[in-house]
């Protein structure tokens, strides 16, 4: 209670008002600057997506946003961008492989209305974000994987390609030489792609997609695909998405808990450094610690959102009317030195 009492006091501090919404400067544990305005309280629409490969997917989705176009055609045509960009190394085309040198690829997207759809450990096509979103559409199921995923893809009229560029296989062969297996995650070697979008209609979605972990076993899936750890939203709540080590963000099911702290009243984030504490309460000791990072990010139905990590390097990008594209960087509880 007392942290949720001294929010409030700073909060009150800086003259934040009801119709205000904050932004929050980076800073190690989370200090928050009240004094940087963003937008209306009823900020949409609004996109949010993890990392800096963020802003060209933004760009694409608020495109489709303001054409008036369904919000999952915008999230897919957002982060197809990244997927398809062979500079981009840890989603789609141009994500590094498995130990075996193959791009397996994992993504789940959402809508407003809890309906899911996610493949994972999806082989030889590019866009595992179109495959997920016609799982959604066209099956009874939320999930599909491995070989049954391809082979939905290809009735579903996606062409078969290699991953593997000519880059991603040297980088391969070179690991090979030592074949040492730390997932290392910050702004110079970071994974995944999440968005999250309030629309104009005042409803949520997101999307996240993944060629995972560079050097994992093959087979290993991570958060990313799965409905409550990498994603999840409730759109009478808000919506969370995670970036980071899969398997700390599974062991705590830790976007489905950042939207039920939100649920509880906490601002998007302050439940994303909940979250980030409570994995870091549960991972101190833990073999991951060493290289451990995770992040997330969320957004209320008030158009509020914020972000914690647990160490710095963390970044995102954001999109508004009121003041466009842009990173943020987001608060954090360490340096990659603690």
Not at 141 to 156: R, T, V
Not at 279 to 300: C, P, S, T, W
Request: charged share 25%.
């Amino acid at each position: 209670m007392s942290h949720r009492r001294d929010f409030i006091k700073k909060a009150a501090l800086g003259t934040i008002g009801i119709s205000t919404v904050y932004g929050y400067a980076s800073s190690q544990d989370g200090e928050i600057n009240s004094e940087k305005p963003l937008a209306d309280a009823q900020n949409k629409p609004l996109i949010i997506s993890t990392w800096n490969h963020g802003l060209p997917a933004n760009e694409e989705a608020w495109k489709f946003l303001e054409s008036g176009k369904p919000t999952l055609d915008a999230i897919e045509a957002g982060v197809r961008i990244p997927e398809g960009d062979p500079k981009v190394r840890s989603v789609g085309y141009g994500g590094l492989p498995d130990r075996e040198g193959k791009v397996t690829l994992d993504a789940c997207i959402m809508d407003h209305n809890s309906d899911c759809g996610s493949v994972s450990f999806l082989q030889d096509i590019k866009h595992p974000i179109s495959v997920a979103k016609k799982v959604l559409q066209e099956t009874p199921h939320i999930m599909l994987s491995g070989e049954g995923a391809k082979q939905f893809a290809l009735s579903q009229g996606f062409k078969p390609e290699n991953l593997l560029t000519a880059q991603s296989e040297k980088d391969w062969k070179k690991w090979l030489e030592e074949s040492k297996y730390k997932p290392v995650i910050n702004i110079e070697n970071h994974d995944t792609i999440s968005m999250l979008v309030l629309d104009g209609e005042g409803n949520l979605s997101g999307g996240c997609t993944t060629s995972g972990a560079a050097w994992k076993m093959h087979g290993r899936i991570g958060d990313s695909p799965i409905i409550g750890a990498g994603l999840f939203l409730d759109n009478e709540v808000g919506a969370a998405a995670a970036t980071g080590l899969g398997e700390a963000v599974i062991r705590t099911a830790g976007s489905a808990m950042v939207v039920e702290l939100m649920r509880q009243g906490r601002s998007p984030l302050e439940a994303c450094k909940e979250i980030v504490e409570r994995i870091y309460a549960k991972h101190q000791d833990h073999r991951d610690m060493e290289y451990l990072q995770v992040g997330f990010i969320a957004i209320n139905k008030n158009g509020d959102y914020g972000s914690y990590s647990l160490r710095s390097g963390f970044n995102y990008a954001v999109y508004d009317r009121d003041k466009g594209n842009r990173m943020e960087d987001a608060s954090f509880k360490m340096t990659w030195d603690n």
